[in-house]
């Protein structure tokens, strides 16, 4: 067995393999080199400080062409250092790989370093100091920043800004495709302030709003208002259904109530303390409520059953004796339009009007299809038959049955058993599409010139390739703000494939970085291959030296509901590798920074990018423990002979 063992150790290091692998190296080294040469006329137009970074990127991404995981494994047999880890320095990883086994092979080496742009220990400080040019000097016990995107009443609400401010948030977000101008200039003030009394530096990035396709309106529906009593277990009333009622037109409050409606005041002024009030629903079901309480603002009726009350429903006071007098009611609150579609039906996706429920087929008449419009009906020309639609970010999706300049025929596909309801405002996705849409849209001309005054960095949304981003640099320029830090929102499939001369687009400005917005994008590239695409987009930003903002339904539950998904946890782990994570708005906001903040802290002791730290584990071992109280004796020596 010994000799058998000694024989594997001497194959390991056989120099016949190491002959063999320096030369699939050296094939792999020259076809880098030829990237290299390729790239350089693009050099000329890159910041010098972001050069060095080019050539790495060149130099990974046609070491990446290659599919390299047999030579991975013969590395590792050998014992040599993979390259597993060459994001940063791709052509210092291989030749340092080269010389060992040079070294194994008993050849001789020189040191190639003259054609590498970046070390191991430059790289990584490459990407450390871009970081901290586009997102500022990192925080105190942690490394990646979090970034949180204010919510609409950070404009008026200094105590939210402070707390988020003082809790940890690096950088604030304020989405342009929201909101005001008004309002976002609002809110990068009270940042501001509340970073300069708190002595933390936060910047400020603004999202322009971009070319999203979103469903346009929909025809409201009938007004219903629905009284519904609370209940215990058993199905007991524990609460009453809570109604105010006011003259119409009123906007009086009356003290108690759940929901408000409209009467004649007349009517109103008859209501006494105690009096039945008896109505037939919607359903045609008969109910009563009770006067509880009167005041100048109206009265509070309590109701023990659960009512639907629709425009025809009339509200009618009977007092023994003096017969009954009816009300009609209004004010009911506004119904939102909604189209309700199943797997199966047509929905046509037309370039303006309201959307609309299917009209079923009568004797005369066929089925008229649910209609929705779309915001942006310049696409319909770039669509083909075939292609694949998705809407309110994938929940419905669809096939393109006919397309033409006058909209589109979708059959739907893809909706819940139970059926789905589309809404206005909702995002539409068109992954198999080419669609040639501009980043920059009139809008976001518009707003640049307020992005420039009060914001550190600009987000460029459903950014596409190299010419959105020179647009958005030429409008930059003539806003005298070349300065401004620039994100790519990587969000459309057409972005992600277009990626690298994106990347080399970007190094035109002084700082840039890129955003993964993952709603959309695992939208356009499939659920399923997320995962994949997020992590490639990781590896070249890195070897890019560019940094990156981790973004989309990070400890979203926690945040919303206060209470946080297991999944999420791991996911909110995941992004330490990024330099950045964001953290969308909610509720429970602050519960979730501060999570982050935890979480972000004590994974960078285990990771840095993708390369475990190792550090010690201290939750098992296999050596008994301690005696808890007792001082452990000094190992005796061993006895020394006398001689003799």
């Known amino acids: 067995m010994a000799k058998k063992a000694h024989t594997n150790v001497a194959a390991g290091w056989d120099r016949a393999a190491c002959d063999a692998l320096i030369g699939e190296l050296q094939v792999l080294r020259e076809s880098m080199l030829d990237a290299q040469a390729r790239l350089a006329p693009t050099l000329a137009d890159i910041e010098p400080g972001w050069r060095p970074s080019a050539i ?23 014992g040599v250092s993979s390259l597993g880890r060459a994001e940063t320095h791709a052509l210092a990883n291989v030749d340092k790989v080269l010389g060992l086994l040079h070294l194994l092979a008993g050849r001789a080496w020189s040191s190639r370093s003259d054609d590498e742009p970046v070390g191991f220990r430059r790289g990584s400080a490459l990407l450390e100091h871009h970081a901290e040019a586009l997102f500022g000097p990192l925080p105190t016990q942690r490394t990646a ?58 910047r400020i990035l603004m999202d322009l709003a971009g070319p999203k396709l979103r469903t346009g309106p929909v025809a409201a529906g009938r007004p219903v208002l629905k009284l519904k009593p609370a209940r215990g277990a058993t199905g007991q009333v524990t609460a009453p259904a809570l109604l105010g009622l006011r003259a119409l037109g009123s906007s009086a409050v009356v003290r108690g109530a759940t929901w408000h409606l409209g009467v004649d005041p007349a009517w109103l002024a008859q209501l006494r303390t105690g009096d039945r009030v008896e109505l037939v629903d919607a359903r ?150 080419d669609l040639h849409l ?17 914001a550190d960095l600009v987000g460029l ?56 917005a993952r709603g959309d994008l695992a939208i356009e590239c499939g659920y399923e291959r997320l995962a994949e695409v997020q992590e490639e987009l990781l590896w070249a930003c890195e070897a890019a030296h560019m940094p990156v903002v981790w973004a989309t339904q990070v400890l979203e539950t926690l945040a919303k509901t206060g209470v946080p998904s297991r999944a999420e946890i791991t996911d909110a782990a995941m992004g330490e590798r990024a330099e950045c994570v964001m953290l969308n708005k909610g509720p429970h906001i602050l519960d979730a920074l501060h999570t982050l903040d935890n979480i972000l802290r004590r994974m960078q002791e285990h990771q840095a990018k993708k390369r475990p730290l190792l550090r010690a584990l201290k939750s098992w071992s296999l ?22």
């Open 56 to 78: 790495n990127l060149a130099h990974y991404l046609a070491m990446r062409r290659y599919d390299m995981r047999r030579l991975q494994d013969r590395l590792a047999w050998v």
């Open 145 to 202: 920043r979090i970034m949180v995107t204010l919510p609409s009443q950070a404009a008026a609400d200094d105590a939210l800004v402070a707390a988020l401010v003082e809790g940890g948030m690096d950088i604030a977000r304020i989405n342009c495709a929201h909101d005001g101008a008004d309002a976002w200039e609002s809110m990068a003030t009270r940042v501001r302030q509340a970073a300069r009394r708190l002595g933390r530096p936060v």
């Open 284 to 433: 045609g079901a008969r109910r009563r409520l009770e006067v509880t309480h009167r005041d100048a603002a109206g009265a509070l009726l309590a109701g023990q059953q659960t009512a639907y009350l629709i425009e025809d429903t009339r509200l009618r006071l009977r007092r023994r004796g003096q017969g009954s007098v009816e009300t009609a009611i209004g004010d009911l609150p506004a119904a939102v339009g909604r189209v309700h579609l199943r797997r199966g039906d047509t929905l046509l996706v037309t370039p303006g009007g309201l959307g609309r429920d299917a009209v079923p087929a009568t004797n005369r008449r066929r089925l008229k299809p649910a209609t929705i419009p779309c915001t942006l009906p310049e696409v319909f020309g770039q669509v083909r038959r075939g292609e694949r639609i998705w809407f309110d970010d994938g929940r419905i999706g669809g096939v393109i049955r006919r397309a033409s300049p006058k909209g589109l025929r979708v059959e739907i596909t893809e909706a819940r058993a139970c059926g789905e309801a589309l809404a206005a405002d909702k995002g539409i996705n068109l992954p198999d599409s």
């Open 438 to 454: 501009p980043a920059l849209t009139a809008k976001d001309i518009e707003d640049l010139p307020r992005v420039a005054r009060h």
């Open 461 to 516: 949304s459903f950014a596409q390739s190299a010419a959105d981003v020179q647009a958005l640099r030429t409008q930059l320029r003539a806003l005298d703000a070349p300065e401004l830090g620039v994100i790519l929102k990587i969000e459309t499939r057409r972005g992600f494939e277009h990626l690298p001369q994106m990347l080399l687009a970007a190094m035109a400005c002084r700082s840039a970085g890129v955003m993964i």
């Open 623 to 644: 050596e008994p423990p301690p005696d808890i109280g007792r001082v452990p004796k000094a190992p005796r020596r061993p006895a020394v002979k006398k001689a003799g």
